[in-house]
């Protein structure tokens, strides 16, 4: 069972930026596609951005051009670098990763986008 922890959230002015980490419990995420979805209150969850074991990125529309994925596979943790943040990114982030026809997810981390 692959245990994966979100930090780096909180509240940040529109315009700012943050920088969210997911960290893996097992060394499998080197062979994992691994990715970024949001949920904000009365809507789906949907992708922020993913990011293959071989380094291959797709992202969101939303957020093509703002948003950074990354990886390190020394430390089994996959960042997300927020940029131009804007009121409407507000939601709840989940990490996600994906091997063996198994998905796990994170308990999420709060990103709020307020004056």
């Known amino acids: 069972q692959v245990q994966l922890v979100e930090s780096g959230g909180g509240l940040v002015q529109p315009g700012g930026s943050l920088r969210l980490s997911c960290a893996a419990s097992?060394?499998?995420?080197?062979?994992?596609?691994v990715g970024w979805y949001h949920q904000a209150p009365g809507k789906e969850r949907e992708l922020v951005a993913r990011?293959?074991?071989?380094?291959?990125?797709n992202y969101g529309d939303s957020v093509e051009g703002r948003f950074t994925i990354s990886r390190d596979n020394a430390k089994n943790t996959v960042y997300l670098q927020m940029n131009t943040l804007k009121p409407e990114d507000t939601a709840v982030y989940y990490c996600?990763?994906?091997?063996?026809?198994?998905?796990?997810w994170g308990k999420g981390t709060l990103v709020t986008v307020s004056p």
């Open positions: 996600n990763l994906y091997v063996n026809r198994v998905n796990y």
């Open positions: 097992e060394s499998i995420f080197r062979l994992s596609n």
């Open positions: 990011i293959t074991s071989g380094g291959s990125t």
